[in-house]
């Protein structure tokens, strides 16, 4: 679950990235807010969904410069019965397949996929993946792939 | 400037290795650095390259003949229906026919890449028995090797510009130009703008019927007119039509093919097709036709069309240039969207690039058309018609 440091400037900041599954009664507690304000984590939410059956899920980077309070900010969420799952899915892309199209990154939100300027390759950004996967269906060289 | 040159002259230059290519690319910074007049004295041919996806594409096959023969009525390539309609083992598969058991993952578009990655293709036909020929179904497996012909037959391929397409309704939608989300959260292109084969020669001075160009890496023949060929489109100042205009038929070996420039593609929810890689060297014959190759991205303006209305006639929302999409984003009517390329820009790139090694090694030399593509014309719609509506009055 360790995603540790990363980013050029961050050396001292410990970053995780989870995916978070609350029920219904928690989806309109300020639950962010207090993470924030009494746990004095960052938060940054990738992805959030909020399913038919009012199960929300979110993808949040949670990032602070010490680590255990990232903990203490878990053991709250679980105390509140949130599910906590580390995310070790990555979105793969087949680079002999690639034609370099770009059409995977008309679907990509988060700016992880786009067109290199003056070499128009693509390029891949991990780090801003979100996982929603909406580029594996775009790619019509079926060129990417999520691994589990 | 009055300076001109002739294709027998060009081509005595490629025979004695003098000379000067470049692609539609370079010339515009060539030209900036060493001035006009100079470069168009300098360069003899200008390299253009696309490799978008094409539908309107597909290959013609003659197996030879089985013993006993068979008269091949209903065809399969690896479960993808081919049209066996003419003489008993030609037959003509379509870039977009879907398999019969893997439906929009795997068409005629795949076929046609697996033969060129020579790769073994399940052939099986029926037939009615007739005395010429008894066999009633045959089963077998072929390679491109063992084939008598096989050839590409495009009949519309190179578009000349193409649109934008965005969504203006309130849930996503699936085209041929990609996934496109609901109230213009993206807009997606489809053309290779300033190397694009057509923009480069806006009025086909030099490109007609019987230019030999690129095609999936070997080299091929433009053939007619491609379906739809409309060049009456609306024009820009520089005679650059806004919007899709002029198209290509081509030919070309499927044999001496590779699969870096025939690619099937799958577009989700909408079906198979297959990206063509073409390109086609101009000749700077005269002083017009070296302006046109001059072309910029920010020269040649493209439609933005909602794709959200299924009807033919589709609503325009604005007009961009490909300096504008190429930049990430354009605004529409007050919001900003994201933008993204269908075809690939690289692919392009390395088509001219490729086309210019070629020309500069002495392995590809230039035509003249035999014959020039229509310049005016539009294109017509089908209407729903009763038989009295097109009978005859005496
Ligand atoms: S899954 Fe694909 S589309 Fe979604 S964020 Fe990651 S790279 Fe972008
Ligand atoms: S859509 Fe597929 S082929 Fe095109 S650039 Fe993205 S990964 Fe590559």
Redesign the interface.
């Known amino acids: 679950m360790k995603r540790d440091v990363k980013g050029k400037n961050q050396k001292d900041v410990f970053t995780k990235r989870v995916m978070l599954t609350f029920s219904r009664r928690l989806v309109s507690k300020p639950v962010m807010y207090r993470l924030i304000k009494e746990y004095d984590i960052a938060i940054n939410i990738l992805f959030a969904k909020v399913l038919p059956n009012e199960t929300g899920k979110l993808v949040v980077e949670f990032s602070s410069t010490d680590e255990k309070k990232i903990q203490k900010g878990f053991s709250f969420l679980k105390s509140l019965g949130v599910k906590i799952e580390p995310i070790s899915k990555e979105i793969i892309r087949d680079e002999e397949n690639c034609i370099d199209c770009g059409a995977c990154t008309s679907v990509c939100r988060s700016q992880a996929l786009s067109i290199d300027k003056e070499t128009f390759e693509l390029i891949f950004d991990s780090n801003r993946c979100v996982l929603c996967e909406m580029c594996i269906h775009a790619c019509p060289m079926r060129a990417i792939s999520i691994t589990f | 400037m009055g300076f001109e040159r002739t294709i027998e002259e060009i081509n005595e230059k490629i025979r004695s290795g003098k000379v000067v290519v470049v692609t539609a690319e370079e010339i515009i910074q060539m030209a900036e650095r060493d001035g006009y007049d100079n470069t168009f004295k300098k360069v003899d041919v200008v390299t253009t390259g696309t ?3 094409m539908c309107s594409s597909g290959a013609f096959i003659n197996f030879g003949h089985s013993d006993p023969p068979i008269k091949m009525q209903k065809v399969w390539l690896n479960d993808v229906p081919a049209y066996g309609g003419i003489a008993a083992v030609d037959v003509y598969i379509g870039a977009t026919e879907l398999s019969e058991t893997k439906g929009f ?1 795997y068409g005629g578009a795949h076929v046609i890449e697996d033969l060129i990655s020579d790769k073994p293709v399940k052939l099986k036909a029926i037939s009615y028995v007739t005395d010429c020929y008894p066999r009633r179904e045959i089963e077998t497996y072929i390679n491109r090797k063992m084939l008598n012909q096989a050839y590409l037959f495009n009949p519309r391929n190179a578009y000349q510009n193409y649109v934008v397409a965005v969504n203006t309704s309130d849930r996503t939608i699936y085209t041929y130009m ?2 496109l ?1 609901p109230k213009m ?4 292109y489809c053309s290779a703008g300033q190397l694009s084969p057509l923009i480069n020669d806006p009025f086909y001075d030099t490109i007609g019927i019987g230019t030999k160009i690129f095609l999936g890496g070997a080299q091929g023949f433009i053939v007619w007119e491609g379906t739809q060929h409309a060049p009456s489109v609306a024009r820009n100042e520089r005679g650059i039509p806004i919007g899709g205009a002029g198209t290509i038929a081509v030919i070309g070996d499927l044999k001496t093919m590779s699969r870096r420039y025939i ?1 099937a ?4 929810r909408y079906g198979v ?1 297959i ?1 063509i890689g073409l390109g086609i060297p101009i000749p700077i014959l005269n002083e017009k036709i070296f302006k046109n190759v001059l072309v910029r991205d920010e020269d040649i303006h493209v439609p933005v069309i909602d794709y959200s209305v299924g009807r033919r006639k589709r609503p325009v929302l604005g007009i961009v240039n490909y300096k504008q999409l ?1 930049s ?1 984003s354009i605004t529409i009517r007050g919001k900003e969207i ?10 392009a ?1 390395e088509i001219a690039q490729e086309l210019k090694t070629w020309i500069l090694n002495g392995k590809f030399f230039l035509t003249n058309y035999v014959h020039p593509l229509p310049k005016e014309q539009n294109v017509k719609s089908l209407d729903i018609n009763t038989i009295d509506d097109l009978e005859v009055e005496v």
Do not use: D, H
């Not at chain 2, 593609?265 to 989700?268: G, I, M």
């Not at chain 2, 933008?339 to 692919?347: D, E, F, G, L, R």
């Open positions: 490799f978008g996806p993952e990609g996934i989300f959260a993206n807009a997606t690619r593609a799958v577009f989700e097709s990206y190429r990430g994201k933008t993204a390329p269908i075809s690939s820009y690289k692919m790139r």
